[in-house]
Nanobody, 123 residues
């Protein structure tokens, strides 16, 4: 599975962005998917995960209620709708695919990674 994230950019605090992650490969629907982010000088952290059917999701406490993860298996794409953005959301956001858990939340549980997209939130 090859993954490519897009949709990042510069936005003011309180604004919104929607990230996309396009996947190649016919087995996309068999993978749980997740978003992770890495801010400058910090370790990569979990943001959100979605099951292979799209029926279950889990979010990091820091984004709960503001971000929404979704997937369209017909388009081999997942999304991350980010609302009420804060300066502390500034990071490179990466999507990842995992087959070992229904709702992976650890980077060690992911099998494939895409290149990230930069999100910058100005105050």
């Amino acid at each position: 599975v090859q993954l490519q994230a897009s949709g990042g950019g510069l936005v003011q605090a309180g604004g919104s962005l929607r990230l996309s992650c396009a996947a190649s490969g016919r087995t996309f629907s068999r993978y749980a998917m997740a978003w992770f982010r890495q801010a400058p000088g910090k370790e990569r952290e979990f943001v959100a995960t979605i099951s292979w059917t799209g029926g279950s999701t889990v979010y990091a406490d820091s984004v709960k209620g503001r971000f929404t993860i979704s997937r369209d298996n017909a388009k081999n794409t997942i999304y991350l709708q980010m609302n009420t953005l804060k300066p502390e959301d500034t990071a490179v956001y990466c999507c990842a695919a995992g087959a070992r858990s229904s709702l992976p939340r650890s980077e060690y549980g992911m099998d494939y990674w895409g290149k990230g997209t930069l999100v910058t939130v100005s105050s």
